[in-house]
């Protein structure tokens, strides 16, 4: 009987409990073993591992975070723990191993398979949406509407007061969570790590509708925007004579239970990564493209890259006037 192994690394995304019940239901359904290893490769070092069966993943699908638990290793990231982790899944004759999470964790996956041939499947779960090879990840979706339910709400005390609100959402590299929420929304501007605005651009936008006659005006920042808060803050009100709001949602964009496309995504994605075991086709990363699963080649995904869509960018300053 074949033995898998499946884990979460790295930031937990609404979703990612999902793709293990498709991985851990699915394999026992075509005759596998399947393990779960606990705190992502932090638990696979330290042989934090047990066999999962269709009841370990019951009343799941519906709850965010990770019943594996997840973990950012740097023992991992030297060579020596690298091989600590390998001599786990030896030792337990593990065959394949699928790693739920970002950009980190695939990149994590590749070096086992690089250096000590381990045999790997990769599943897009990450909020940020920073994985260029897949249209969306497990998590993204259900970070968008945690952010648009926050901007509604705030929309509403900020036109009551007539305040500028500031609202920061995670992306470190990637605006994605930024430029979505900010479209659909309604902000007045999205500032973005990927894109170097002119910080005077949008003090005149953010006057300009005042002048207009709007009660409010709502900026999305990305985290990885290379801007002093307290000084954005600062002239925003100097500029506007308004005050300024800041709202920093933080962690509360990853949990929750996950939408209807990340239950779905996720749970296609550990479908698929099971049938590509079933076949033989190993080191494979796993996503979406128009609609449809697909994978490639793990390390063609990781060197792949996306720009920002300009289109969706441009439109934030169109809608909003």
Known sequence: MKKIGVLTSGGDAPGMNAAIRAV????IYYNMEVYGIKRGYEGLIEGD???LYRRSVGDILQRGGTILK??????FMTEEGQEKAAKTLRDLKIEDLIVIGGNGSLTGAKMLSDRFGIDVIGIPGTIDNDLSYTDNTIGFDTAINIVLDAITRIRDTSSSHQR???IEVMGRHCGDIALYSGIAGGAEC???PEIDDDIEDVYKKVTAG???GKLHNIIIKAEGYNIDNEKLFSSLKERTGRNVNYIKLSYLQRGGSPTFRDRMLATQCGMTAIDLIRHDIRN???GERDGHIVHYDLTEALEMTKGIDYDLYKGVDVLSM
């Open 164 to 166: 500028t609100s500031v």
């Open 210 to 212: 005042i002048e207009s």
């Open 190 to 192: 999205v500032l973005l």
């Open 70 to 75: 997840t973990a950012r290793s740097k023992e």
């Open 49 to 51: 591992v047990e066999r």
């Open 24 to 27: 851990v239901r699915y394999g």
């Open 284 to 286: 494979r990363a796993i």
